[in-house]
């Protein structure tokens, strides 16, 4: 195979940029502290992030303390 020809195949391969392959993220977060350190980056980049709050149902395994909207509302503020 000539260089030319497996130069060109090569640059035809390539991978497109990177913001081609973008997709939307969604963060989890459980505590007013990450929430604010979430929104002090977000600030600082002049972007927005899709955010869940997490809530524990009953396994204890993380979350927000399911027994009243307290800190959910707190973690909601920021």
Known sequence: ???AHKSRRTSSSASP???QWARPVTL???TPET???LA???KALG???NVLIDIDCGAH?????GHGPER?????AV
């Open 1 to 3: 195979m000539s260089r």
């Open 17 to 19: 940029p990177c913001s």
């Open 28 to 30: 989890i977060l459980d």
């Open 35 to 37: 929430a604010q350190g």
């Open 40 to 42: 002090a980056k977000a």
């Open 47 to 49: 972007q927005t992030f």
């Open 61 to 65: 395994r993380g979350g927000v303390p």
């Open 72 to 76: 959910l509302l707190e973690i909601a």
